[in-house]
């Protein structure tokens, strides 16, 4: 097939075969591809140049979304995966191992830290929310467990936060209740902290 190329947007090339429109990909990546040098090339050569492309472009996605904040493999995969092929995202994530930008342990435990620290989040809680994020149950729980939570501190501190008034209402009590489950409290531990009339709550 017959090649030729026109200037796009933000540095990407965007490639014709046979006059017609195939694919776009970074201009860096075209410059380095044997093609650039070439007049024609076959349908492998250009299936494997739009797949270095989407690679490069799938890297370069990841490190911004490392930028706004620390993922975990699972996490930022699945975020790949929705605008890149699976091959495309697996590259982008090894690569990013081998360069030690994605640690699932640290991850982890910094975002453990966080949660108990911002969220006053109970052991449970902060496990379970780390098992969402996409980080192994065995490592989120080692994470969670090795946090020195102050279970009374941390419901204290939550209390703190809710503003209740003087006399507070039954759906005062109730919205605190909520919170402090929500934080993944059990309601024997928030009894050892505030106590309430148990027919009414």
Do not use: C
């Not at 799938?58 to 929705?82: P, T, W």
């Not at 994530?93 to 949660?115: P, S, V």
């Amino acid at each position: 097939m017959e090649i030729s190329v026109t200037t796009a947007k933000s540095g990407r090339i965007n490639i014709h075969a046979d006059g017609e429109y195939y694919f776009t990909v970074p201009a860096l990546i075209w410059y380095a591809s044997p093609i650039s040098s070439k007049k024609e090339a076959d349908e492998e050569e250009l299936f494997a140049l739009k797949a270095l492309g989407e690679e490069h472009d799938a890297y370069e996605k990841a490190l911004r979304l490392l930028s706004n904040r620390a993922h975990g493999e699972k996490e930022l995969k699945m975020k790949l995966r929705q605008k890149y092929s699976d091959e495309a995202a697996d590259s982008a994530i090894l690569k990013l191992t081998e360069n030690g930008l994605i640690d699932d342990e640290k991850f982890a435990r910094d975002l453990a830290e966080e949660l108990s620290r911002r969220k006053s989040y109970s052991a449970e809680r902060i496990k379970n929310e780390l098992i969402s994020r996409g980080i192994d149950r065995e490592t989120a729980k080692n994470a969670a467990n090795s946090l020195d939570i102050d279970k009374k501190a941390g419901i204290i501190n939550i209390i703190s936060k809710i503003h209740l008034p003087e006399s507070p209402t039954k759906k005062d009590v109730d919205r605190l209740l909520r919170r402090l489950l929500t934080a993944g409290y059990s309601m024997s531990e928030i009894r050892e902290v505030i106590s309430f009339s148990e027919e009414d709550y």
